[in-house]
């Protein structure tokens, strides 16, 4: 496939389990390779010359017989720096093979609260070492749900390490209520393996922890009552990667990620899923819970399962009276709306040019002065109509520049033609009181809903473990997100400039 134009942004979204790689613009990333590494168990073995000291990704699973396997990222942090900056190299120089890495901006996902120090030394790494030419790093629910077209929701992220709760208002983290949970996909697994032994199967490979994956991946899913499931009596049989089957009975395929609602399973005292999200809101002004809650956007490879959805609904129905009361939020009237719009929209077909007075001819969308050259339309905002204080005088029905005191023959003139004075206030025009009460976060409301079902709203990406990469491709692509890429001067002058904040462009 061939390497899009330059200046266009690489996506690279490095997960404890599955790294994720690919282009803005596109609809799935281009590599998908677990995260792993491998390197030789038994050196006889490698009598091939071009054998290499490292294997990353998919290599490790082809060869997985004769290598020491290691994940060089768990729970979400880098834990063997060496084998993450083969990682790297692997992407940039294996994978992506780009020749110019210094015409390609990055779009790095990040999980949220990455310690400074750490976000700062992986901007160095790929700025010194790889030479990209600008860098932004994204938190990866900002990206998940700017996958499903929004920026204010309530995000239910879940991949191998850890599961975030984390509530965004216009696409900015709330961050005192994050929930962070250390259950995820790889609990899901080592339940799945404990059940297994249990049943006394036990598998005896050096790839065990792969074969386990593979079975959860393929084959489990969520009861609505695990208490009294389905009845399932035939077992399942999953063929080994030497060509050997084992039957698995099919209660622990449902038993395996109940984990998720009951990490007591596993010996841990935390909170479930559905409980730290009811947590989370807690933390929050109730009069964004109806806007969260009827927003709840699920994303991450370990939430991939069916009935995921339906049983959290069902959990999240019994926990939300808990809430109280939620307040619904105010149904303003759509004609009294008053909508931010454009001055360039309703603006004057004539004015005088501020630099030089001569009345400009604006009609047909002109917006420079056809003497001079200078700007006349400034491009502006404004709520509604709030009155404007000019800085003109009245003197015997004549409009007089308070400044030169010259009479102006245009009323309507934002500026004096002869000393250039502008006529507009530049104090911040008083809102009109309606205007507040009508502004988010509604103080407001028109009742309180009734029951958890009108006002849970859930919202599912096509695919889940590409949820990040999706929203990033998207992001990454629109024209507005490019001026917040930074340059290695830009980091080297402030490092401040990795924090941006790209709610900005929303
Ligand atoms: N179809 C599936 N059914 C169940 N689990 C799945 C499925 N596909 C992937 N997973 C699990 O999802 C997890 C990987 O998801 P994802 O790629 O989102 O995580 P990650 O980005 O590697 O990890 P993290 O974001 O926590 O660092 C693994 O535990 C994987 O086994
Ligand atoms: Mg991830």
């Not at 905002?381 to 023959?409: F, N």
Request: hydrophobic share 35%; charged share 20%.
């Amino acid at each position: 496939m061939a390497i899009p134009l330059p200046g266009t942004p690489i996506i690279v979204d490095i997960g404890s389990a599955y790294t994720k790689i690919g282009f803005a613009g596109e609809p799935s990333p281009r590599y998908v390779f677990p995260t792993i590494t491998g390197t030789e168990k038994y050196k006889a073995v490698m009598v091939d010359v071009s054998a290499k000291n490292i294997y990353i990704g998919n290599d490790v699973v082809k060869m997985r017989g004769v290598l020491k396997i290691k994940r060089p990222i768990e729970r979400g942090a880098i834990m063997d720096w060496n084998d993450y900056y083969e990682i790297l190299n692997y992407i940039f120089y294996s994978l992506l093979r780009i020749k110019n890495l210094s015409n390609y901006p990055v779009l790095y996902t990040e999980p949220p609260f990455l310690q400074r120090e750490t976000k700062e030394y992986i901007a160095r790494v790929l700025y010194e070492t790889h030479r990209v030419k600008s860098l932004i790093m994204v938190p990866t629910p900002v990206l998940a749900l700017f996958g499903v077209g929004l920026t204010t929701g309530l995000v239910i992220e879940s991949g191998d390490g850890i599961t975030w709760i984390v509530p965004i208002i216009s696409g900015q983290i709330v961050d005192q209520s994050v929930q962070k949970l250390t259950l995820a996909g790889t609990d899901v697994n080592q339940h799945l393996k404990n059940l297994l032994m249990r049943e006394g199967i036990n598998i005896e490979s050096s790839a065990v922890d792969e074969i386990i994956k593979e079975i959860k991946e393929k084959n489990c899913y969520f009861v609505l009552n695990p208490e009294n499931p389905p009845k399932l009596n035939e077992s399942f049989s999953f063929t080994m990667p030497d060509g050997s089957s084992i039957e698995i009975p099919n209660y622990i395929f449902h038993e395996a990620p109940e984990v998720l609602f009951q990490p007591s399973l596993l010996g841990y005292n935390i909170l479930n899923i559905p409980q730290a999200l009811i947590n989370s809101l807690q933390g929050i002004d109730k009069y964004y819970w109806s806007d969260l809650l009827s927003h709840i956007m699920i994303a991450g490879g370990n939430l991939s399962y069916s009935g995921f959805e339906e049983r959290l609904k069902l959990e999240l129905s019994q926990l939300i009276p808990q809430l109280g009361k939620i307040p619904k939020p105010k149904i303003v009237q759509p004609s009294k709306i008053q909508k931010m719009e454009s001055k360039g929209k309703t603006r004057k077909q004539k004015d005088n040019c501020p630099n030089c007075g001569v009345l400009v001819d604006l009609s047909d969308g002109k917006e420079f002065c056809q003497s001079c050259g200078g700007r006349v339309v400034l491009p502006e905002l404004s709520i509604g109509s709030p009155p404007i204080k000019k800085k003109t005088e009245i003197v015997d029905g004549k409009t007089i520049c308070s400044k030169c005191k010259k009479p102006v023959k245009d009323n309507a003139s934002v500026f004096c033609p002869y000393c250039g004075q502008n006529f507009q206030s530049t104090d911040i025009p008083e809102i009109p009181r309606d205007i507040i009460k009508q502004a988010a976060p509604a103080r407001e409301f028109s009742g309180f809903y009734n029951s958890s079902d009108e006002v849970t709203r859930f919202f599912v990406p096509e695919n889940f473990q590409f949820a990040i990469f999706n929203g990033a491709s998207i992001l990454g692509s629109l024209p507005s997100f490019q001026s917040l890429f930074v340059t290695l001067e830009e980091f080297q002058r402030n490092s401040d400039a990795l924090y941006k904040d790209i709610s900005e462009i929303f």
